[in-house]
């Protein structure tokens, strides 16, 4: 993979303090791409930043907040002068609540930054496009609860989903005018601190048709594979980054989650 004609560019990645967002950045900065880093948590982004070779500066801001997605634009245009890709990565998790459960906060919550900051996002992204008169690219983070279904994390499918939506929007809207709109749909990807919750992540990725989880740095390079010019004829798609898992048959008995020894 080349990096995709993203020298020089401007880059911005929300939710970057951690995780995913800080792994796309470091990608998106060994490719040459000078960096906007977002995050909520206003000392881990500018650890990111710190960590990135090349020109890059930090915005704290909240995703949810239509004021906060406006004024982390304006410091990136202040600074750069143009945005050419956005990966709008900034996401939220929900509990393990069972459906009658769940509390309407939490749903807000987790709608709110997941779903609501990926709409503001993508609107910010091509305010700024048309402002500019030229194409560019948007990459949003979604998932494999997107794709399907469990009895828990039920605010957290739900935002997912929503990005689907985002995603073929925006696509429509934006291919006429030169820019493309797609998403990775990352799975058992290992991010939490805490150690039980990273445990049990690694046990259920045995489950999984490459016996393993996947790492921060194999999704980082599907977000700057379709941010770039190689995938220049790829728009509305969600990309799935999950070792396979989305392609299990549980009616099957060899394709079946679960049907393998784990090593």
């Given at each position: 993979?080349?990096d995709?004609?993203l020298?020089?560019?401007v880059?911005?990645?929300?939710g970057?303090?951690?995780?995913?967002g800080r792994?796309?950045?470091?990608?998106?900065?060994?490719?040459?791409?000078?960096?906007?880093v977002v995050?909520?948590?206003?000392?881990?982004v500018?650890?990111?930043?710190?960590?990135?070779?090349?020109?890059?500066?930090?915005?704290?801001?909240?995703?949810?907040?239509?004021?906060?997605?406006?004024?982390?634009?304006a410091?990136?245009?202040?600074?750069?002068?143009?945005?050419?890709?956005h990966?709008?990565?900034?996401g939220?998790?929900s509990?393990l609540?069972?459906?009658p459960?769940?509390?309407?906060?939490?749903?807000?919550?987790v709608?709110?930054?997941?779903?609501?900051?990926g709409f503001l996002?993508?609107?910010?992204?091509?305010?700024?496009f048309?402002?500019?008169?030229g194409?560019?690219a948007v990459?949003?983070?979604?998932?494999?609860h997107a794709?399907r279904?469990a009895?828990?994390?039920?605010?957290?499918?739900?935002?997912k989903?929503a990005?689907?939506g985002l995603?073929?929007a925006g696509?429509?809207h934006?291919?006429?005018i030169g820019?493309?709109v797609?998403?990775?749909?990352?799975?058992v990807i290992p991010t939490p601190d805490?150690a039980e919750v990273r445990r049990d992540m690694?046990?259920?990725?045995r489950?999984?048709p490459?016996?393993r989880a996947?790492?921060?740095?194999?999704?980082?390079?599907a977000?700057v594979?379709?941010?770039g010019?190689?995938a220049?004829?790829?728009?509305g798609?969600?990309l799935?980054v999950d070792?396979?898992?989305?392609?299990v048959?549980?009616v099957?008995?060899?394709g079946?989650?679960?049907?393998?020894?784990?090593?």
């Amino acid at each position: 993979m080349t990096d995709g004609g993203l020298d020089g560019a401007v880059v911005l990645v929300t939710g970057a303090g951690h995780g995913i967002g800080r792994a796309s950045a470091r990608r998106f900065a060994a490719a040459g791409a000078r960096l906007v880093v977002v995050d909520r948590d206003g000392e881990a982004v500018r650890r990111t930043v710190e960590a990135l070779p090349g020109e890059a500066i930090a915005v704290q801001a909240d995703v949810a907040s239509e004021a906060e997605v406006d004024r982390y634009m304006a410091a990136a245009v202040e600074r750069f002068g143009a945005v050419h890709v956005h990966h709008l990565n900034a996401g939220v998790i929900s509990s393990l609540a069972p459906f009658p459960e769940v509390p309407v906060e939490e749903f807000d919550r987790v709608l709110g930054v997941n779903a609501r900051g990926g709409f503001l996002g993508l609107r910010a992204a091509f305010r700024q496009f048309e402002r500019q008169r030229g194409g560019g690219a948007v990459v949003l983070t979604s998932s494999i609860h997107a794709l399907r279904g469990a009895t828990d994390l039920i605010a957290y499918q739900v935002s997912k989903a929503a990005i689907t939506g985002l995603v073929a929007a925006g696509a429509m809207h934006g291919a006429p005018i030169g820019v493309r709109v797609n998403a990775v749909a990352p799975g058992v990807i290992p991010t939490p601190d805490d150690a039980e919750v990273r445990r049990d992540m690694q046990a259920r990725s045995r489950t999984i048709p490459m016996r393993r989880a996947g790492t921060v740095g194999e999704v980082a390079k599907a977000v700057v594979y379709l941010a770039g010019a190689d995938a220049s004829y790829v728009t509305g798609q969600t990309l799935s980054v999950d070792g396979g898992a989305s392609i299990v048959n549980t009616v099957r008995p060899s394709g079946g989650a679960g049907a393998w020894e784990p090593k």
